[in-house]
């Protein structure tokens, strides 16, 4: 009875983790809604995260409390956006101010 007991929690547990998890979808584009490839998306806090495919689109398992996704690309600002109970979350990011300097 012990062992059907623990069987039965653990089947719950790894239920529970299962729908607990949720993916979040969508597409990163620059000021001039050109898809932008490339792009790192990745869960604040976490080592969870994918990058953008050539037609800027990405999507992403997110874990369990996850709240919000950092965008960042080589010579643009990077980008936090809250997750909430959003499915799709479509960026736009911003060319740097900043300047690269010659080696």
Do not use: C, H
């Amino acid at each position: 009875m012990r062992k059907f007991t623990l069987s039965g929690f653990a089947v719950f547990f790894l239920l529970f983790q299962a729908f607990a998890q949720r993916t979040v979808s969508g597409r990163v584009t620059d000021d001039a809604s050109k898809a932008l490839s490339g792009v790192s998306v990745l869960v604040k806090g976490t080592t969870v995260g994918t990058t953008t495919n050539e037609n800027g689109s990405y999507s992403l398992t997110l874990p369990s409390g996850a709240k919000s996704l950092l965008f960042s690309r080589v010579d643009f600002e990077t980008k936090e956006l809250s997750i909430g109970n959003n499915a799709t979350l479509n960026v736009t990011l911003i060319l740097s101010e900043k300047a690269l300097t010659e080696v």
